[in-house]
């Protein structure tokens, strides 16, 4: 198969349901093609998903009919071709090799179509104006998504947020604590074809790589002396800090990057407990310790709101909860299109519900921290003021200073301001009891 042909058939699977990361991955993984085209097919593929909105406004102008009428793979082929003539590929390519991807008794049509709109631009006619739905066709985003963010942080960091979401990530790897430096990392990466290496932002020790292809075929990573993160998640272990001894648990522990970072950091003289409620995505937890060779991971089924756990058990409690996920839109591409609007007061209620359980976990004179990958006030500034009322027992520990922003009682980071994704932390400290009492 071309790389379009593997691009169009993702493409239709991830809007059955697929999440285009895991799917992708493993058709690349599957696939014969060399590293060049598995580079184009992932560029084909996330910016079509990434740019759907304005490419569907685009796409209208050149349709006789709407384009929800039109079968998945022909609507699919259509959002390719015009992503490619969009982002400047040549119009006699983004067309025909586009047109030889898609369903054989379509091709007329997308053939029709894709040379239409090649004729009206660039420049590409967008509306203009400072409406929400001016801006949502314009960024590709749903007006209430525009709306949500121009309200929380105010028009200037919406609409730098928004775009920073439609860039491309690089890899950040998180070197295995106290057996890697990042040097040594940075010289092993460094000496990939290719390869560009960069210190992280935050000061997490985390390596930032362009141009290796599938991290997941690393040697440092199938070996075990990196794994995969993003340094805003390092960051959330950070301000978690776990120490050698420690028994620690994470109450929304898949996939299990911060579950293994704390691993790593309490040694084996300590302990980490990791529940999820979903038994499947427990599982990567297993598998993200095995192959990190951690003996310290205990991974158990729980519902986070009835954890079966002693109480006051555990000297760090990580609360990093379910979320509406608009600080990750630029690595979920296609989430955008998939979070209701509906979905934020709803994860803010389960949210507090998590908190409210794991802060009985607690012991005395441990650190919790409440993180979750998102924006929203309501998920952020609402709960740590629901926090401070509900759970008068737990003191705010200072936040994490600059690049992140003082918000309410904890921190927030914005993904244009260090390359990062967007996360929200709030460390809470329950004191230990006085002398004698």
């Not at 690393?218 to 301000?239: C, I, N």
């Not at 600059?402 to 932390?425: E, I, K, N, Q, Y």
Request: proline share 8%; glycine share 10%.
């Amino acid at each position: 198969m071309t790389a379009r042909a593997v691009a169009l058939d993702v493409l239709v699977r991830v809007e059955g349901g697929a999440y285009a990361n895991l799917l992708l991955a493993a058709v690349l993984r599957d696939s014969d093609l060399d590293a060049r085209d598995r580079a184009f097919v992932t560029e084909l593929v996330y910016g079509t998903l990434r740019r759907q909105r304005t490419l569907d406004h685009l796409l209208a102008s050149a349709l006789d009919r709407p384009l929800a009428e039109l079968e998945p793979p022909v609507r699919a082929a259509l959002r390719l071709g015009a992503d490619q003539l969009l982002v400047g590929v040549a119009p006699h390519a983004a067309v025909g090799e586009t047109v030889a991807a898609s369903p054989r008794r379509a091709r007329p049509l997308v053939n029709a179509v894709l040379r239409k709109l090649a004729g009206t631009g660039p420049p590409w006619p967008l509306p203009g104006g400072d409406d929400p739905a001016a801006i949502g066709v314009r960024l590709s985003y749903p007006d209430w998504i525009v709306e949500r963010m121009v309200a929380d942080l105010g028009r200037a960091d919406a609409l730098a947020v928004l775009t920073a979401g439609n860039e491309a990530a690089p890899v950040t790897l998180r070197p295995f604590h106290g057996q890697v430096t990042p040097d040594a990392l940075a010289r092993e990466l460094a000496e990939l074809p290719e390869a560009t290496v960069e210190p992280g932002a935050l000061g997490t020790g985390a390596v930032v790589v362009r141009g290796i292809g599938d991290v997941g075929r690393l040697p440092a990573v199938v070996e075990g002396r990196a794994t995969p993160q993003d340094e805003a998640s390092q960051a959330v272990v950070t301000a978690l800090d776990p120490e050698p001894g420690h028994a620690v648990l994470d109450a929304c522990a898949a996939p299990g990057g911060k579950t293994t970072a704390a691993a790593e950091r309490v040694g084996h003289a300590g302990v980490v407990v990791a529940t999820d409620v979903h038994a499947a995505r427990l599982r990567l937890v297993r598998l993200a310790a095995a192959r990190l060779r951690l003996g310290n991971v205990r991974a158990a089924v729980a519902d986070g709101r009835a954890l079966p756990v002693r109480t006051r058990r555990f000297d760090r409690v990580l609360v990093d909860a379910p979320c509406t996920g608009l600080g990750v839109l630029r690595r979920r591409a296609e989430a955008r299109w998939r979070i209701r609007s509906e979905a934020v007061a709803e994860l803010a209620g389960l949210q507090r519900t998590l908190l409210r359980e794991a802060a009985g976990a607690l012991a005395p004179g441990g650190t919790l921290v409440y993180s979750v990958c998102t924006l929203t006030r309501e998920e952020t500034l609402g709960v740590d003021a629901w926090a401070a009322e509900s759970l008068p027992e737990l003191e705010a520990l200072p936040p994490p200073g600059p690049p992140w922003r003082s918000w309410g009682r904890g921190a927030l980071l914005l993904p244009h301001v260090a390359g990062t994704d967007g996360m929200f932390v709030l460390r809470l400290h329950r004191k230990s009891p006085a002398p004698g009492r």
